[in-house]
Each structure stands twice: as structure tokens, then as C-alpha cells.
């Protein structure tokens, strides 16, 4: 039984410390999350809205009879559609549907791609606790070298109590990382909805070079967000819409046909019955629904124009942040790689033969960690500007 035990807390544990990739990810938060499930349901809700309207009215059956002379009737009545609204209604309801549709993929790439920030802050913030985590580690070397040389008379007091101080700030800089982390980690569990628990995720920071230009990038975006094109069909949907309603001008027909059974002298006779009915279009001739379609077609023309302008603006603006982003990343390299020496590892060496103080041991620790922390803060900035710019073009952009 301990065995058992001892295999499933393991089991317990490996799962709970299971990597999550993005690929992985972004499937569950696409086909099985809540956000997910509700975006498809409301493109079944404009599916059945747009089947309904284009059914035919429903057929009336009427039976009568009259006890003065004795007379029954059974009629059948079917309202014919021969304005031709019915026709411009089913096309009406396609043009919703095909709207719908690009709103769902436009929602859906708004999901995923706050999926991905998501995902890759999670990744930086764990990267920032790994980074602190060897910091600490390396402070608490210090420290026991410290105390060592205080217990040896080599060491003042002083230097310990000021590697205490920075031992302190490291570790505080790492608690704050790990609520980070914990903050990251419940923002991507409550996206992909559930009960899913991710303990640990892995992706690559650095997104690479800048790709294209910003015109290139335009162009693609133009054709490619789902968003524009929702609302150039609705544009065509309230055009069929308000043709539609100009046909409640016109009369509509309805036929009825049946059976009389009626006394004739002294017989019973059985004979056929046939009627037309026409509804004049007096009092509803479509007007107030024509002037309401032509007012909300005008609407969503000048909100096209107006998602069309924001599309150019957010993929410029985006595509200004990356580059901006991707030449500070290059530059901090650069300096960097022209400063590769080890600082703090050459100041522990000067530190142990007395040639250095305390104070230029802990300082470059310090320089150490913070280029550490500042390079990953730059990776993820970089890499949340490529997401941001593969949402604004509609599409991921490779170099």
C-alpha cells in the first residue's frame, strides 16, 4: 500500500509539474475553452435566425359549418409569396451567416492571440524567478565566504551585515518573481477554462528579426482581418434587408382551397371551393423599415471605413513598436557582448585576495543580476510586439 501511495503522489507531482507548450495551449483555449464555446454557439444563434427567415409561411386548414340550410366547409389557405421579399430574406440571412462566420474567426484570433500574451508573460515571469533564484544562490555563497571570514577575524562585521542587506533585497525581488508567476499562471488557467492547472510552461522569448515593411504588412492586413470582412457583408445583408422591406409595398396573395358539403333541395351535395384573398398594403407599406435598413446600412458602411483606418494605424503603429523594440534588444546585445567580461565573478576573485571591498563584490552582483533581468524584460517586450503585430495583420508574419 505505501508503494501505491508512494507512485501516486509521484504520478501527482509529475503531472503537476507538466510543461505546457504554446501549441498545446492555444488547442485547449481554442476548441474546449468557455470564451471559446460561447463565440460558435453565437454563430449557430444567426444560423437558425437565417434559416427561419427564410421559410415559407405556414399553411392554414379551416373547417366551418352553417345550420341554416346545412353547409361544411374544409378549406386549406396558403399565403404565396409572390412579392419576391421571401427570396431577398433567405439572401439576407446567407449574408448574415457569412458575417457571422468572419466575426467568429475574428473573435476566435483575438482569443489567440491574447492566449500567446498571455502564455509568453508567463514565460518571462518564469524566467525572471529562474534568474533570481541563481542570484540568490549566488549571494548565499557570498555570505557563507562572509561569515567564514568574520569567524576567522579576516571579515568585519560590517561586511556581513551588508551582504545580509543584499541577500534581504534579492530575496524580496525573488518573492515579488513568484507572485508573478502565480499571477501569470491563474490568467492562463482561466483562459483555457476548466479545470485545467498549468504548473509550468516553455516557448522560445526572442521572436526573431523585424519581418517586412509596414506597407507589405498593410496590404495583408487588408485582406486578411475577418473584422473588415464581417462588416462588408453586413453591408450587402442590410442592402437585401432594406430591398426586402420595399416589397411590403406590394400586395400579397393568398389562396384558399377546399370543400363545400351542403343541402341542395333535398340532397346532399359535395363540391369543390375556391377563394383569393389579397392584403392590401394600406396602413405598414414598409417605409419606416426602409428608412431604418438605409440608416444602419450607412452605419456599418462608415464603420468598415472607420475599422479599415484603424486596421492601417494599429499595423503601422505596431510594426513602429517592433522595430523600436527589436534595435534596443540588438543594441543591449551589442553592449553587452563588448562588455562580456564577468564582473562578478572578477570581483569575487579581487574580493578573496583583498584586493576589493564588500562594497564592489555586492555592486557587481548587483550589475549582474539587473543586466540579467533587464535582458529578459527586453525578450518579452519584443516578443509581445511581434504577438501584438500578428494580431494587427490577422495573420502570423514570419521574416
Known sequence: MRFLAAAALTICFAAAEEQWTESRFLETVLQGSPGARELRARLEVTRADAAARGLYPNPA????????????????????????????????????????????????????????????????????????????????????????????????????????????????????ARAAVAVAAGRLAALAGGSVRIARVEGPLDAGPLPGDAAELVRRALASRAELRAARRQVEQLGLERRAAERLRYPEVSLTAGLKRGQVGQRTETGGAAGVTLVLPLFNTGRAEVRRFTAEQERTRAAAARIEQQIRNEVETGWRQAAILREALEQYRRELGETAVDLHRIARVAYEEGEAGILELLDAQRVSRQARLRMIDLLAEWKLARIELDRAVGEEVHP
Do not use: C, K, N
Open 61 to 176: 386548414v379551416r373547417y366551418s359549418r352553417e345550420g341554416a340550410g346545412f353547409a361544411e366547409f374544409v378549406e386549406a389557405e396558403q399565403v404565396l409569396p409572390v412579392s419576391g421579399r421571401l427570396r431577398l430574406q433567405r439572401q439576407a440571412g446567407r449574408a448574415a451567416v457569412d458575417a457571422g462566420q468572419a466575426g467568429l474567426e475574428s473573435a476566435l484570433w483575438e482569443l489567440r492571440s491574447e492566449a500567446r500574451a498571455a502564455f509568453y508573460r508567463l514565460v518571462a515571469a518564469q524566467e525572471r524567478e529562474v534568474s533570481l533564484q541563481a542570484a540568490v544562490r549566488d549571494l548565499g555563497e557570498i555570505m557563507r565566504i562572509l561569515r567564514t571570514r568574520e569567524s576567522e577575524g579576516e571579515g568585519s562585521r560590517y561586511d556581513r551585515l551588508r551582504g545580509e542587506r543584499e541577500a534581504a533585497e534579492a530575496r524580496a525581488e525573488l518573492a515579488a
